[in-house]
């Protein structure tokens, strides 16, 4: 923690509890308590407060009377929830920028696929696609004017694919598969048919969250 500065404290304890997860030092469930951080990190438990508070909103830590602070625990159900949710939002949010992408925006999307069909094609570890996924969907947010959809957007899934449930998501699909998925999005967008793009964004999520339910605490085991 050095070289924090003082005015930054809460977003880097933040940032810190989200690598413990990434890395699987702390697992969906474990109690996350404000002392044992304030000792290991030697600061005070107020911007450790403020960081659970942060993370709380981001759907990552939860919090019960009695029980204390946790890192969140999905069911089967809720995993499908949120991926369903999250698509709907994202389809609609999208479809409605269509006619707002540029040239360019369909160019660098291009360019993102392509580099996932490389990656397929070298057999590269399948970490080096993560990047290249944030990426496409960081294009497709960027002609949304609307900061609470996108903010809603990414809680609903991104908080369980890159974090909760990382390890699981990256191994999800194949490479293969990977690029497939978003070449389908990328055709859908450049068809011009708005209909076609909501039902392959939504699809893309549901799918996606019916393979991530198998990981729910109610029936993964180990």
Same mark, same amino acid.
Request: charged share 30%; glycine share 6%.
């Given at each position: ?7 930054t %404290?809460?977003?880097?304890? =933040?940032? %810190? ?6 890395e699987g ?13 304030a000792e #290991? ?9 403020? =960081? ?13 009377p009695? #029980?204390?602070?946790?890192?969140? =625990? ?8 949120? %991926? ?6 994202e ?6 920028a ?5 040239d360019?925006?369909i160019?660098?999307? &291009?360019?993102?696929?392509e580099?996932?069909?490389?990656? =397929? ?14 990426t496409?969907?960081?294009i497709?947010?960027s ?19 890159k974090?909760l449930?990382y #390890? ?10 990977? %690029? ?17 793009? &909501? ?13 991530m339910s ?9």
């Open positions: 923690m050095d070289g924090i500065k003082k005015l %404290y809460s977003e880097q304890v =933040a940032e %810190y509890i989200k690598q413990s997860i990434l030092e702390l697992s969906p469930g474990d109690q996350v308590k404000e002392v044992m951080l #290991k990190l030697g600061i005070s438990r107020a911007p450790i407060r403020e =960081a659970l508070q942060i993370l709380a909103r981001e759907g990552l830590i939860k919090s019960e009695q #029980k204390g602070k946790h890192v969140s =625990a999905l069911t089967a159900k809720q995993i499908v929830d949120s %991926y369903f949710t999250g698509g709907v939002l389809a609609a949010a999208v479809t409605q269509m006619p707002l992408y540029t360019e925006d160019s660098n999307l &291009e360019q993102i696929v580099q996932m069909h490389e990656v =397929a094609e070298s057999g590269e570890d399948h970490e080096s696609l993560t990047q290249l996924d944030t496409f969907h960081n497709l947010f002609r949304i004017d609307n900061e609470l959809l996108i903010e809603l957007c990414r809680r609903s899934c991104q908080g369980i694919s974090f449930l #390890k699981r998501w990256i191994n999800l699909y194949t490479p293969k598969q990977v %690029y497939e998925r978003h070449l389908v999005i990328l055709e859908a967008l450049k068809s011009g048919r708005p209909s076609r793009l &909501e039902k392959t964004i939504r699809k893309h999520y549901t799918d996606s969250g019916k393979r198998k990981y729910g605490v109610d029936v993964h085991k180990g």
